[in-house]
């Protein structure tokens, strides 16, 4: 007969304060319905019709905006099951720049259909197997659908056709105005090899004042400020760059100095004169006309440039420094001196003009079509999207719709199919995916069946955002009977319901990169199975001390 040995109840992992969490009901389905919260929370944001999320952050900011890449980052998601979405969200933003929500929304989809297989009691690897094949089939069948290309090279009205529905999903009713801006800037910037298109190249400078309609594209770089010296234009000119201060050079140690007499006390500061004037001199005589300093600019720098004719531009931003450096074609010096002729660039126009109440200067290569053009070379172009608008939220708000435009250009590059818009392609790809799910055996059948259901999310979260709740199920079973008709792949959701809440993406120009839609839902479906993963969560205690007593609000009101 075999001894039984007790277990010693007092064995101790971790340290003290940690917390375990482990088993289905404990962590796994904990991690859905976190994951289920999170994307609950964006997909009101989802389309052109997704309500804004007014979000304060950590520091005090207002932020006003539908989209889901803000939204994340600045709520500071701290559950470690709900960060993996954010994570993928964030490869999504960083890859694509659009589509971030379709991942969040998709993922906890995924992750709500399974629930219901994981608590009937099918095992977590069943339901990880049936995503996976379900989704190596849904990318498959992704490159099978009826799919056009833009044409190369790009022009502005196709373009402003592959833009359009990107930029709409975020400023719905501007989409006509920011798609041509950004397809102008993106031409203006265009390279001989589209392949080394640079998303860096085309700039925003938020003006406040006026309408969305006074906004304008700029050749070449904007900066809101005022030059620092009298000389406001100069044309045709030699461009310098610095990144140290213009300014008398400080000694490190203290020294004392012991004047005699008043002949040394009037000639105490003229050895430093001298010099500094004989360093801008040197300047002036290399046939630098224009000074971009990136620090701080001493009073008496400034009274010798201003005696030299030389224009002084602050630029404390070291990446506009940068970039400015990019468009004159010249190489930020970190001494201040004569720089050599392959150091100094050029600018073929330095201006200030006034746009709104605002002063700004601008630094221009001139265009093909004006007069004194020479041509240049391909590194110097640069556009700047001059932005105007009411209040800064909503500029900062345009200003993010731009910046995806620009990165679903960078995309198109690299792939230039297009899929239909409006959810057509997320049902076509359910309706094949649950085709493919019938004729499976074993237990991972179900949950390709999930997945397929789990697509159905992106053209219903459009219809009930648009038209609401109810007349989401209708549309949503109108498109269902639609696709399965020879021919129906290209049906989507109208969300100005004119006729019955449907309609042909194809012919309404409602495309979607198709890169993005890949990425998406692999991104979305890593996610999920990540999530599916995990059994047991182990949490160590917090490092650091005593938490800093909090004030009562009311302390002071006697």
């Known amino acids: 007969m075999s001894l039984k040995v007790p277990k010693a109840n007092n064995i101790q992992l971790f340290k003290d304060g940690h917390k375990h969490l482990q088993g289905l009901e404990d962590a796994v389905l904990r991690n859905i319905q976190a994951v289920s919260e999170l994307s609950d929370l964006v997909r009101t944001s989802f389309g052109p019709n997704g309500r804004n999320k007014l979000i304060i952050n950590h520091l005090g900011r207002l932020f006003v905006t539908s989209d889901a890449a803000t939204i994340i980052r600045e709520v500071e998601v701290v559950h470690p099951a709900a960060k993996l979405l954010v994570m993928a969200s964030q490869a999504q933003e960083s890859e694509m720049g659009d589509s971030t929500n379709m991942v969040i929304i998709l993922a906890g989809e995924l992750l709500k259909k399974s ?51 990107a930029i709409a999903s975020k400023q719905y009713g501007y989409e006509d105005t920011l798609s041509s801006l950004v397809a102008e800037a993106a031409l203006a910037v265009m390279p001989k090899n589209p392949k080394n298109f640079n998303v860096d190249n085309v700039r925003v400078v938020k003006i406040m004042g006026g309408s969305l309609s006074g906004s304008k594209v700029v050749q070449g770089m904007v900066f809101g400020r005022e030059p620092e010296g009298i000389i406001k234009k100069v044309s045709g000119a030699k461009v310098a760059v610095f990144t140290c201060a213009l300014d008398i050079a400080q000694t490190e140690t203290k020294g004392t ?33 224009v000074i971009i300093a990136g620090s701080s600019i001493g009073d008496l720098a400034l009274h010798y440039l201003n005696r030299f004719n030389i224009a002084v531009l602050k630029v404390l931003s070291k990446f506009d420094l940068r970039r400015v450096a990019r468009v004159v074609n010249a190489t930020p010096l970190a001494r201040v001196g004569a720089p050599t002729p392959e150091e100094a660039g050029y600018v073929d126009i330095f201006e200030t003009t006034e746009i709104g109440g605002d002063r700004v200067t601008v630094l221009r290569q001139l265009t093909p079509n004006e007069d004194g053009y020479q041509g240049h070379t391909e590194k110097t172009r640069t556009a700047t999207i001059v932005l105007r608008g009411a209040t800064a939220n909503h500029l900062d708000d345009l200003e993010r719709a731009i910046d995806d435009g620009v990165n679903v250009i960078k995309s198109l590059i690299k792939d230039p199919r297009l899929v ?18 019938s004729g499976m055996r074993g237990l991972a059948q179900h949950a390709v069946k999930r ?8 053209p219903r979260t459009l219809a009930e955002n648009a038209l609401g709740g109810a007349e989401g199920n209708e549309v949503l079973s109108r498109l269902w009977a639609k696709h399965e008709q020879k021919g129906g792949e290209a049906w989507g959701v109208d969300i100005e319901a004119e006729q019955d809440g449907t309609l042909l993406a194809t012919d309404f120009k409602i495309l979607d990169p198709l890169a993005a839609k890949q990425w998406a839902i692999k991104l979305a479906t890593e996610a999920a199975v990540s999530v599916l993963s995990v059994d047991s969560i182990i949490m160590s205690k917090p490092a650091g001390g005593p938490k800093v007593p909090q004030q009562a609000s009311n302390w002071d009101e006697d």
């Open 257 to 289: 100095v012991l004047l005699k007499n008043a002949d040394e006390m009037l000639n105490f500061t003229r050895g430093e004169e001298q010099q500094l004037e004989g360093i801008f001199k040197e300047i002036a005589d290399s046939g630098i006309k």
């Open 115 to 165: 629930e219901n297989l994981l608590v009937m009691g099918l095992h977590p690897s069943e339901v990880i197997k049936g995503y996976e094949l379900a989704c190596a089939k849904a990318l498959a069948e992704l490159e099978n659908l009826p799919t056009s290309s833009l044409p190369s090279p790009f022009t502005q009205e196709s373009l402003i056709t592959a833009l359009k529905p």
């Open 451 to 458: 997945y397929a259901t789990a697509l159905e999310v992106i």
């Open 420 to 437: 239909p818009g409006a959810g057509a392609t997320e049902l076509e790809l359910g309706k094949r995916v649950e085709a493919y799910g």
